[in-house]
């Protein structure tokens, strides 16, 4: 089983719709969680870190579940500039070793 | 905000030769770095983490004699790809904790390896 699991998509969405993406993980010692945008033939920018009580950041909402050990990412208003490719990343147990989801590809579409 | 430069963006060589792939730390100390691999349309794989001043730790089922790893100082890993094969062909990109026990990942702009 991977340690990461993520749908890969792509998800096709107009502008200003609401998206959604969930990512679930094995390890249940994991602590951290983030999300980060990789755009094309890019390395990965940090988007936000996820915590339990949920994370906000103008248009970005992260959660975790720790219970059913997953997290997701909401962006709504999409805009065109998001489309990329949204990577989880969950750390190794409680260590600064992570590991990667396979990405969700968004197109935001005019 | 934490820079980390790694060189060369890009590099094209023949099958059975050996590159170099640099990752430094711009301003900031980074006792340990990590190595992942993309290939296309997949994820990053973590290959190995790069401890200053000691081994590095690979992640299972990744050959460290052919993806030897120094980390000599507190600002620079080297990664290099021996006796490089078609199949090396990757996205190779290095990263480091700005601030140890934050547990946030500073990445550098990647190497593209292609083997001829």
């Known amino acids: 089983r991977k340690e990461v699991e993520q749908d890969p998509g792509p998800f096709n969405v107009p502008e200003g719709a609401t998206v959604a993406f969930n990512c679930t993980y094995s390890?249940?010692?994991?602590?951290?969680f983030f999300w980060y945008r990789q755009d094309c033939r890019k390395e990965p920018k940090l988007l936000m870190s996820v915590y339990s009580s949920g994370n906000e950041d103008g248009r970005f909402t992260a959660q975790l579940n720790r219970a059913s050990q997953y997290i997701s990412l909401l962006i709504r208003d999409s805009k065109l500039s998001d489309s990329a490719t949204y990577l989880c990343?969950?750390?190794?147990?409680?260590?600064?070793?992570?590991?990667f989801g396979t990405g969700t590809s968004l197109t935001v579409i005019p | 905000g934490a820079v980390v430069s790694q060189h060369p963006s890009w590099v094209i060589c023949k099958s059975g030769t050996s590159v170099k792939i640099e990752c430094r730390s711009l301003?900031?100390?980074?006792?340990?770095m990590f190595w992942y691999r993309q290939f296309p349309k997949q994820s990053l794989m973590l290959m190995a983490t790069s401890n200053e001043g000691s081994k590095a730790t690979y992640e299972q089922g990744v050959e460290k004699d052919k993806f030897l790893i120094n980390h000599a100082s507190l600002t620079l890993s080297t990664l290099t790809v021996t006796s490089a094969h078609p199949e090396d062909s990757s996205f190779y990109i290095c990263?480091?904790?700005?601030?140890?026990?934050?547990?946030?990942?500073?990445f550098g702009a990647g190497s593209r390896l292609t083997v001829l």
């Open positions: 390890n249940s010692a994991s602590q951290s």
């Open positions: 301003d900031f100390q980074a006792t340990t």
């Open positions: 990343a969950v750390n190794k147990d409680t260590g600064n070793q992570f590991y």
């Open positions: 990263s480091a904790e700005f601030r140890a026990g934050a547990n946030v990942l500073t």
